[in-house]
Each structure stands twice: as C-alpha cells, then as structure tokens.
C-alpha cells in the first residue's frame, strides 16, 4: 500500500515559474524523502529530511516538513524544461525496517 | 558506469511460465531493496537484504515470488507461474545505510 499522497497528481509550468508539489503520509516517520522519475534515468534521489528538521536546501530545491500536520513539500524554483519528471516522496519509519514507502507521485510538464 | 544493474531490462513471458531477475548493486552497498511499481503509481516494497540475510519481506510477496543474495552480493528476483498480474516494473536498490536508496534502471516485465 503507498504510504504518502500526492498534491497535485500533474503540474504544468512554464521554464523560470516555480514548482510546488505536496505530500501527505500516515504514519510516524524517520525521515522523508523526494526522488525524480524519468524515462531516461529511472529514480535518483533528489533530498533527505529527518524528522526532527523542518526545512532543507539543495541547490533549486527546498523541502519543509511538518510532522504535527504529516506533510511535506518540495519546491523547485527557477523550473527548467529537464525538471520535466514524476516527483515521488518516500518515508521511512526506521523501526526495525530499511523500507521505503512511497507516494503517488506528481507528474510535472514544464514548458521551455 | 558503477551504478546499479538490473538485467533483462525487458521479458516478456506467457502466463505460467518461470522468470528470474538479477540486480547487480553498487558494490560497497550491503543493503539490498526489490521493489514493483505499475503505470501510474509509486514504487511499492517487496523485500530488503542486508548482506545475505532477507530481513524483511511484504505481503505482497506471494508464495510464487522468492529472492535470494547469496554472498551478499548480486540478487535474484525469480517469479513461478507468473500471472498477468505480475506485468510490472520490477527495481532493485542499494544503500550502504539505512537512508538514500541508488535504484537500478529497472526490469520491465510483461506476461500475455
């Protein structure tokens, strides 16, 4: 069963607009995680964040979380036309298990 | 290119016949991750290794799914008397901890 949900299920941007994607998830959690999804290099791990951080960067990307509300959001700003990819969080629970547990995803389209 | 390997990338096979599938993961990586994922949804968990132990594995793996590391390298996915519902993208993953998962291209599974 996935574990997180997904908001919005597709995005469509113009090159230069920013991203939002959210997601919700059920149970406590160690951390969460976002990964990329395209036809040409499968998954890649794009962030980490732990539960007892509430906001990340990397380069174009942020991620908060808000563990009270159990949900999470990235941002892209500055979208390029190669950001062009399903978006997945992923949750860890870390109890006795390495396991991910994984989104719907958001498919996101942005337009050169 | 020292990333993860899956092989086949395709099988097609017809219903009731064997498949097996191997993972080659990164190679200082002693965690070991199976996981399915069909059109239009997340990845879901199938099973995880550490070195050669199967520590964990879902419900979603049937009596007909069974997967092996021996020595705690390469994997193998092996399928009997596979069922159309079985059609799928199978992905391996490999982690030296317990946190970013490097997937594999995958092995896209068809049974007509």
């Known amino acids: 069963s996935q574990q997180g949900e997904e908001d919005p299920q597709a995005l469509s941007i113009q090159e230069g607009e920013n991203a939002t994607m959210n997601c919700s998830y059920k149970?406590?959690?160690?951390?969460l995680q976002w990964y990329r999804q395209n036809s040409g290099r499968g998954l890649v791990h794009l962030i980490l964040?732990?539960?007892?951080?509430r906001e990340k960067h990397s380069g174009r990307l942020r991620v908060t979380l808000d563990t009270s509300k159990k949900s999470s959001s990235l941002l892209i700003t500055a979208s390029r036309a190669a950001d062009t990819a399903s978006y997945f969080c992923?949750?860890?629970?870390?109890?006795?298990?390495?396991?991910?547990?994984f989104g719907t995803g958001t498919r996101l389209q942005v337009f050169p | 290119d020292t990333g993860v390997s899956q092989n086949p990338r395709h099988k097609i096979t017809k219903r009731g016949q064997n498949v097996t599938f191997r993972c080659d993961p990164i190679?200082?990586?002693?965690?070991l991750y199976w996981y399915r994922q069909t059109l239009g949804q997340g990845p879901e968990f199938l099973t995880y290794?550490?070195?050669?132990?199967?520590?964990?594995k879902s419900r979603l793996l049937s009596d007909r799914f069974s997967a092996e590391r021996p020595k705690g390298s390469f994997s193998t996915l092996e399928i009997q008397r596979t069922e159309q519902g079985d059609s799928a993208m199978y992905l391996c993953?490999?982690?030296?901890?317990?946190?970013?998962?490097?997937f594999g291209p995958g092995t896209r599974l068809t049974v007509t």
């Open positions: 993953a490999s982690s030296w901890d317990a946190y970013e998962q490097y």
């Open positions: 149970t406590s959690i160690n951390n």
């Open positions: 964040i732990r539960s007892n951080e």
């Open positions: 992923a949750t860890a629970t870390g109890y006795n298990t390495d396991k991910l547990i």
């Open positions: 190679s200082e990586h002693n965690r």
């Open positions: 290794f550490q070195n050669e132990a199967q520590l964990e």
